[in-house]
């Protein structure tokens, strides 16, 4: 028999906050963290606009990420490793009371904050290792189970989640910690994805640029952040009095196989993982009352979400709240998997949606988005979306517990 999968802790570093309580208040009150770019000079890039983590990160951190360990990490690894430890804080986890070897680390990371280390080259070795976060981590906490990083760009963090859930459910570890960190606000990210004319043009308005499903979207503004999750077997949450958060019901990871930037012009991509994720989960359609979506604010992107979610749960899609945080955040990439997941458990827990905020109605798109407000509701089952370039594509599927 299959095992059950339970989360006992969990944390998110955002622009909008340098913790969970800190960061789900300010999502809840909508408010906005994009600003004007502090981290380097951009008078010669047309994009001058992102979501960056408070300028207090650096001090914070110093309390989780000792001297010697942070001269050792690029802003990402940094940034996922501050946040890993303070999700493991929150689960009352005691590593030393379990069999390393059932113990994990699965995280999605695509980038190390790297252009920053070419001001400063010691180390640059350990700072550009990728697969430095999970390895960080497992040496701190002596964790010598399964211990490596996933690229699949924008749905990374949610890969490592599913990963993670596989290896419970099928009696491989007892506890894993997943998610993900990205730190792309450099000037190379900002230049590639301008190539491809994916960003906002308005750097005029920070605070209204990122606008997912709303008719004047243009665009996605780069963020930066960590999402991190404990995954636990039920029952051996159950021994040690854990607090569960959420259980974990299952998941979908697919590929598009279509084209390298874009999804199918139809949903039907989309649609194949939420249905497969709901068949797996054995979740009837009438039974999801919430979608985080993927909600990137690109024209295209949220059109094809939108047509994708209509098309697995037909009339009843219009009735499921859908709602993006990326509207106060922007897209954090490889981390947004991972905070979106602590975001929809958090929805459960709380009976509260975040808002899609800075939205104004496209005719064209038609569900209920959860505009502009935060929304009281109770939820028994909620889905988390992350579509990736590429074509790689997830839905993680929660439950309150």
């Not at 491989?172 to 998610?179: F, K, S």
């Not at 043009?201 to 605070?207: G, M, Y």
């Not at 859908?322 to 929805?347: D, P, R, W, Y």
Request: with cysteine; hydrophobic share 35%; charged share 20%.
């Amino acid at each position: 028999m299959k095992r059950r999968v339970v989360v006992t802790g969990l944390n998110m570093i955002t622009p909008l906050g340098l913790n969970l309580e800190t960061s789900w208040d300010n999502f809840v009150a909508g408010k906005n963290g994009i600003s004007l770019i502090s981290l380097f000079d951009t008078s010669n890039h047309m994009t001058k606009i992102a979501g960056e983590l408070s300028s207090d990160f650096e001090n914070y951190s110093k309390k989780s990420c000792k001297k010697y360990l942070s001269k050792k990490m690029g802003r990402a690894t940094k940034i996922c490793y501050v946040c890993a430890k303070e999700a493991v804080e929150s689960s009352g986890i005691d590593f030393k009371n379990y069999d390393a070897m059932r113990c994990s680390v699965i995280l999605g990371a695509n980038d190390t904050g790297h252009s920053r280390i070419y001001h400063n080259n010691k180390n640059w070795l350990m700072k550009t290792m990728v697969n430095g976060m999970a390895a960080w981590i497992s040496i701190t906490y002596k964790i010598e189970g399964p211990c490596f990083t996933i690229a699949t760009a924008c749905s990374s963090s949610a890969y490592a989640i599913g990963y993670g859930y596989d290896l419970i459910r099928s009696n491989m570890a007892d506890v894993v910690i997943v998610g993900g960190a990205g730190s792309i606000v450099n000037p190379e990210h900002l230049e590639g994805f301008n190539e491809v004319y994916a960003l906002s043009t308005s750097s005029d308005i920070p605070e209204k640029a990122s606008r997912p499903f709303s008719i004047d979207r243009d665009g996605f503004v780069l963020g930066e952040g960590a999402g991190i999750l404990i995954l636990e077997d039920i029952n051996t949450a159950k021994k040690r009095g854990a607090y569960i958060y959420a259980e974990m019901i299952g998941h979908a990871l697919t590929s598009e196989a279509y084209n390298i930037m874009s999804p199918k012009r139809d949903g039907s991509g989309m649609a194949k993982t939420m249905d497969l994720a709901l068949k797996k989960s054995k979740i009837k359609k009438e039974e999801v009352d919430y979608i985080n979506a993927h909600g990137t604010s690109t024209p295209h992107n949220d059109r094809v979400e939108t047509l994708a979610i209509k098309k697995v749960f037909g009339k009843h899609a219009c009735d499921i709240p859908v709602s993006s945080s990326k509207s106060m955040i922007g897209h954090t990439a490889s981390a947004c998997g991972g905070i979106e997941a602590v975001l929809t458990i958090m929805s459960i827990k709380n009976g509260m949606i975040t808002p899609t905020i800075n939205y104004h109605p496209d005719p064209e798109l038609d569900l209920d988005y959860v505009p502009n407000i935060a929304r009281k509701q109770k939820i028994d089952v909620a889905i988390s979306n992350s579509f990736a370039f590429g074509g790689h594509n997830a839905t993680l599927v929660f439950k309150k517990y």
